[in-house]
């Protein structure tokens, strides 16, 4: 089967709970307003597990996976794709793929979103022509790249495991997670960007100017008591 589930009709609305796959793609919904919940496995060999267009609204409980996990096709402008993850999107090439569209992609992430691949030209999310957002609780494997618009990246909480690159436009990056383990590598591309960290709840030390990592902490509540540690490294804000 070249495709486990194919649909044309706007508005076309899937439960699964089950296994759906396809040599080529798994489910491909690109007309309008399509709703996807998936509380089972959407697989798709050589190309996405799911694939959707204009105003699709996503909620994965289970596992979307591909060389591509999900792929936005064929959106445009003013049609927002919202993604709701609590399970696993993974792709080898990316694990979610909007990088010819207009349309917005909106990831609220509390599961995995993971990719094999850490070029800047996919990684784990490959924003589109639009402002994107990404709000992420959980884990994160690849490179973020945002491409164009005016783009938010807010990280509350859980793993990053790749660089965060915001592209062009006027972009905001919010951090509000702290712990030994955090370290993060952000470019905020060109453009006016903004760096949010008073939800951070230690004191931070920011040089942009410096050429030694530009973001550090001491794990306090104050620049005294602590042991100092990077924070993040940052180029382009």
Do not use: C
Not at 78 to 89: D, P, R, V, Y
Not at 137 to 142: D, L, P, Q, S
Not at 178 to 206: E, P, R
């Amino acid at each position: 089967v070249v495709t486990g589930i194919s649909a044309d009709a706007s508005n076309f609305s899937l439960y699964n709970e089950g296994t759906v796959r396809g040599t080529n793609t798994g489910v491909y919904a690109i007309a309008a307003g399509a709703r996807i919940d998936n509380v089972g496995s959407l697989n798709g060999t050589w190309q996405s597990g799911l694939t959707v267009g204009n105003g699709a609204d996503v909620l994965n409980l289970g596992t979307i996976s591909g060389r591509y996990g999900v792929q936005v096709f064929n959106a445009s402008p003013g049609a927002s794709i919202n993604i709701a993850n609590q399970g696993l999107i993974s792709g080898t090439f990316s694990a979610i793929y909007s990088g010819q569209s207009w349309s917005a992609v909106n990831l609220v992430n509390t599961g995995t979103v993971s990719s094999g691949e850490l070029d800047v030209s996919y990684g784990a999310f490959m924003g589109s022509i639009e402002g994107d957002s990404i709000t992420n609780y959980g884990t994160i494997v690849g490179n973020v790249n945002m491409y164009f618009g005016d783009d938010v990246f807010r990280h509350l909480g859980g793993e990053l495991k790749g660089a965060v690159l915001m592209g062009t436009g006027d972009d905001t990056v919010e951090i509000d997670q702290f712990g030994a383990d955090v370290h993060y590598d952000l470019d905020g591309g060109t453009g006016s960007d903004l760096l949010d960290v008073s939800g951070f709840g230690h004191g931070v030390w920011v040089n942009l100017g410096s050429i030694l990592p530009q973001l550090w902490t001491r794990d306090s509540g104050n620049m005294v008591d602590g042991e100092w540690r990077v924070l993040a490294e940052m180029t382009g804000f």
